[in-house]
């Protein structure tokens, strides 16, 4: 008798718990909030993205074309400005290849800010986050890992980007048309000639650049954003971050950016530029033995210039379309 009350009772305490009706309402709550969530975060940072191309792409054109041109070709940024000017015109000139990153900064953008809110919430998972404020190698590690699914579409984008602004700086001949008629072309061309590889080519040096670019991009604005939101006598936060906080805050961590990793994305744009079939190891010897340390920073002046406008630009369109979607969904 003894025995069978034993097992009864081994059997009961073993027995899978059964979920409440209160507590899948909770749970399925949580769910469709953190699904929410991640759609505002997608949607937010394609409209951010948009804000960043329309802003920055003249800059990042006299980048690129600094930065693949040869030697002697242009004396500074103002040089590959007024030249594109005078011999492809003003928009067409400085807006070069714009189509590429238009079409596919939204979902880059999107993703990428899709990304971060994901990787915050496996920071969570993994470790404890105080009164839901990240520390910084937090939102580090966040912003890190928002740049492994990103590097899925910027990578082949930016490949057609650079190969569409370096096309200009070609003088062409009495009724010779350029090589690429546009983005589409560019694809159809690069699979024709080497497959996805050639399309996807530069990948590996677009992570290496943004992996580390992105954790220290969000990291310097979370920071600065805290630091500039309004407090009460107690140290917690109150009100709305002003416009001139996020322009601030989104200038400086675009600055943070490109400091450190701009040496790579100077290796990347070789890489994207080049035709047959370079190496990550012959692009660093030819850049090094062409003009040593400061070959690797040709058009850092137009990416510092674009930075604050670009990035500014970026967080105030992501800020304006969370505060919309806030006031129409809440």
């Known amino acids: 008798m003894s025995s069978s009350t034993g ?10 718990h059964t979920p409440s009706v209160t ?58 400005a007024r030249k594109t000017v005078a011999r492809e015109g003003l928009a067409r000139g400085l807006y070069a290849g714009v189509s ?24 969570s998972s993994v470790s404890t986050v105080h009164n839901n404020q990240f520390t910084v190698a937090q939102v ?14 910027t990578a082949p984008f930016e490949r057609i980007k650079v190969l569409l602004q370096i096309q200009g700086q070609k003088k062409l001949a009495p009724g010779e048309k350029p090589k690429y008629s546009g983005g589409l072309d ?11 590889r050639s399309v996807f080519r530069g990948s590996a040096m677009t ?28 140290g917690k936060p109150k009100g709305d971050l002003s416009l001139s906080a996020i322009l601030t805050a989104g200038g400086s961590a675009g600055i943070a950016m490109w400091i450190p990793v701009f040496p790579v994305d100077t290796i990347k744009s070789r890489l994207q530029s080049a ?32 930075a604050v406008p670009a990035n500014a630009a970026t967080f ?13 969904f809440d």
């Open 7 to 16: 097992s009864s009772s081994s059997s009961e305490s073993s027995a899978p």
């Open 23 to 80: 507590e899948v309402k909770e749970e399925a709550k949580a769910a469709t909030k953190s699904t929410l969530q991640s759609l505002r975060s997608f949607a937010s940072g394609g409209v951010g993205g948009v804000f960043c191309v329309l802003v920055g792409h003249p800059f990042d054109l006299i980048k690129v074309r600094l930065q693949t041109a040869e030697r002697g070709v242009y004396s500074g940024a103002l040089d590959v």
């Open 207 to 234: 992570l290496a650049r943004d992996g580390p670019g992105s954790a220290v991009y969000f990291a310097t604005y979370e920071t600065i954003k805290r630091n500039m939101t309004p407090k009460d006598e107690n």
């Open 140 to 153: 580090s590690g966040a912003g890190f890992f928002s740049a492994i699914p990103m590097t899925v579409i």
């Open 275 to 306: 035709e047959g079939n370079p190496t990550i190891g012959g692009t660093i010897r030819e850049l090094y033995g062409r003009g040593g340390m400061r070959a690797f920073f040709p058009g850092i002046g137009p990416a510092m210039a674009r």
């Open 100 to 123: 590429a990153p238009l079409v596919g900064v939204t979902p880059m953008f999107a993703v990428s800010f899709w990304g971060y809110d994901l990787g915050k919430r496996l920071v």
């Open 316 to 328: 105030l369109g992501v800020e304006l379309a969370q505060k919309a979607m806030t006031r129409l």
């Open 186 to 196: 560019v694809v159809r061309q690069l699979y024709k000639e080497g497959g996805v």
